[in-house]
């Protein structure tokens, strides 16, 4: 390989020689790559005339606290076979990165199965991520009709629900107002609103189904926004009425939120959770990423900690917390609590559910106060990421 390597925006042939690039190295063709010209940034690695690498950005945001904070989120990556295990996939992440940087990403979300090099350049997995299968026949027995009707068609109050509840989540991305045309004709998604008579949306289901090899169809849901227990049984009931054509209910990898409403209404718990590689999460500018979170308005603490950096090195840090909001500003008191980019990342989402958690991950504190009052100033909401990209 004695051409010189090129990290390089991609014209518009380099965008079609990188979905040709794609669709070799993935196997089958990728039509986000052209789905998502006219939204994301494609950069890629050339050498000579060849493109041998690139992958996707797209600058949006991510809900944290319940605030939004512009991301970095990276997608449809790939090195060619010829040129794997050169390291390759280093420089071109950081290609990938820098535009988006620029443009004003505190931080990072990308998904994959190589989940060993996303660890090596900063990434982190903050919760382990599922896609769920039930007996269709299971929801038709455990979850009765409610006074709640059912509507076909998104709306525009639809989707204004969505957005609100993302906000109880960490890690949702505000979605664009593109976002859901290009996932219902991407997937051939059929919504569902459900409501009380009379009154506002409470509920938002999104459903696609492909035909059975013998009988019936094969039923996966994309999307599932409630606004309450109620609201979900009501859509699990409504999945339930399906039993005649699907045989199983897919909830796809991370579409089903985690909270306890199909666990406790079960009458039989025979379902069956298939893991998946998770999405992880970078932290760019951490004194950014810290001001633009939300922060729960009952804590009051100042912690100074040592923070890995980006060149293997640490720094000191004071994080103030008042009122609802944070900053992190440089300090040289003696630090209570020590982590890495990675431990950083999950703190951040929400991921150490409790001072034992974060102890096995590792993360170092001189007292179990300053561990506790670390950790429970991100965990009003949990990590949960339902979009794909």
Not at 183 to 205: C, D, I, M, Q, V
Not at 271 to 281: C, E, G, Y
Not at 374 to 386: A, G, I, K, N
């Amino acid at each position: 390989m004695d051409a010189q390597l090129t990290f390089t925006p991609a014209d518009d042939g380099l965008w079609e020689q990188y979905d040709q690039l794609a669709t070799r190295a993935y196997g089958h063709p990728i039509s986000d790559i052209t789905h998502l010209r006219e939204h994301a940034v494609l950069h890629v690695a050339t050498r000579g005339n060849r493109v041998v690498a690139g992958g996707l950005g797209l600058l949006l945001d991510q809900y944290f606290g319940g605030n939004p904070v512009p991301s970095a989120c990276l997608g449809d990556g790939c090195v060619a076979p010829e040129e794997r295990g050169e390291h390759l996939a280093t420089g071109m992440t950081a290609a990938r990165l820098r535009p988006l940087i620029e443009r004003g990403a505190a931080i990072s979300t990308i998904s994959t199965s190589s989940t060993g090099y996303a660890r090596h350049l900063g990434w982190e997995a903050p919760t382990q991520v599922l896609a769920w299968n039930v007996a269709t026949d299971d929801l038709k027995r455990s979850f009765s009709d409610t006074d709640f009707e059912v509507q076909h068609e998104l709306t525009n109050e639809a989707e204004a629900l969505q957005r609100r509840l993302a906000r109880h989540w960490n890690g949702p991305l505000h979605r664009p107002t593109w976002w859901n045309r290009w996932k219902h004709g991407e997937s051939n998604l059929t919504t569902y609103r459900f409501g009380r008579p009379g009154r506002p949306t409470a509920g938002l289901l999104s459903l696609n189904t492909q035909r059975h090899e013998r009988h019936g169809v094969n039923l996966t849901v994309h999307d599932f926004w409630a606004d309450g227990q109620p609201t979900a049984a009501a859509m699990l009931s409504f999945l339930g009425r399906h039993n005649t054509r699907a045989r199983t209910t897919t909830f796809r990898r991370g579409a089903l939120p985690p909270y306890p409403t199909l666990l406790h209404g079960l009458r039989h718990h025979r379902t069956t959770a298939d893991a998946w590689h998770p999405w992880m999460l970078r932290i760019l500018n951490l004194p950014t990423a810290i001001q633009s979170r939300g922060w729960p308005t009952d804590i009051t603490t100042a912690i100074p900690m040592e923070i890995e950096n980006d060149a293997g090195g640490a720094n000191q840090w004071l994080l103030t917390i008042k009122s609802g909001t944070a900053e992190i500003t440089p300090t040289r008191a003696t630090p209570w609590v020590t982590l890495t980019r990675r431990q950083l990342a999950v703190w951040y989402a929400g991921g150490y559910r409790s001072a034992t958690s974060a102890r096995m991950a590792g993360v170092y504190a001189t007292s179990e106060e300053a561990l506790t009052s670390l950790v429970r100033s991100t965990t009003q909401h949990e990590p949960w990421l339902p979009d794909h990209f």
